[in-house]
């Protein structure tokens, strides 16, 4: 084979390899955009800010739903350092385990996609959805888009197991109570359960102990107190363990 027709077959080769090991491989493409994307958030939690803009394309595009749009790479690097990290390190981010996606965008680079966890210290701050774009030029990935948006609180995850209670102590639970604040509470018996009817709030109480009830998707816990003829005297309402409302049994 002629030297020249044995060089152009190894370039052609060589060329091809590289555009299937991006497009073409899935699997290379997801472990890098993984890799990547976990590098920038390493350096967000970090307030690392020369590390952050070396993943980011000069023409970045950044979308908040409560911010708006951050254009350009260096008012992005404005923002973060007057405000994000101008303290240091403030708020860290973890993503939500089983939600990340990574779809290839043919000839560009790729899309990453899920939900993450924003902290304050050990205290959760928030729960949002991002979607990045990751583009691949020489080499080199850079995230020219950003997308962060449906920022909400972070949901309530009950860790507390129901018990069975008879129906003759569920219904000695029963009644008419009144709080300071929130006026008149009553009290019903379900199957198993209580349910707490104030104004035009309803919530569905479970057992967690003979006389102790919780709330699946909230922190409110509902201990009723008797007196020594054991009779049900009042209920003190709590939140994260804290005291919020003490109820009077009505006579």
Partial sequence: MPTRLFIALLLLVSTTARAQSIYDQPEQLKKAILENDGKFWEA????????????????L???????????????????LTEGLCANGPQLK?????????V??????????????????????????????????????????????YDHQPVPYENQR???????????GYAGD??????????????????????????LILSPEKENLFFHDQSSLTFEFVSNEKSEVEKVIIRENGQVVEEAKREK
């Fill in 44 to 59: 967000y939690n970090q307030c690392n800010i020369d590390q952050m803009v070396s993943f980011l394309a000069e023409d």
């Fill in 61 to 79: 595009e950044f979308y908040h739903d409560k911010n708006g749009l951050t254009k350009g790479l260096n008012d992005f690097k404005k923002a």
């Fill in 93 to 101: 981010r973890q993503v939500k385990e089983g939600s990340v996606e």
């Fill in 103 to 148: 779809f290839p965008l043919k000839g560009v680079g790729a899309i990453i996609s899920g939900e993450h966890y924003f902290y304050i210290g050990d205290r959760p701050n928030g729960l949002a959805k991002f979607t990045h774009v990751w583009n691949y030029e020489n080499g080199l990935w850079k995230m020219s888009r950003v997308l962060s």
């Fill in 161 to 171: 197991a129901a018990i069975l209670l008879s129906d003759n102590l569920l219904a």
């Fill in 177 to 202: 109570y009144v709080a300071p604040q929130t006026g008149k509470v009553v009290f019903t018996k379900l199957e198993g359960k209580l349910k707490m009817t104030a104004g035009s709030m309803e």
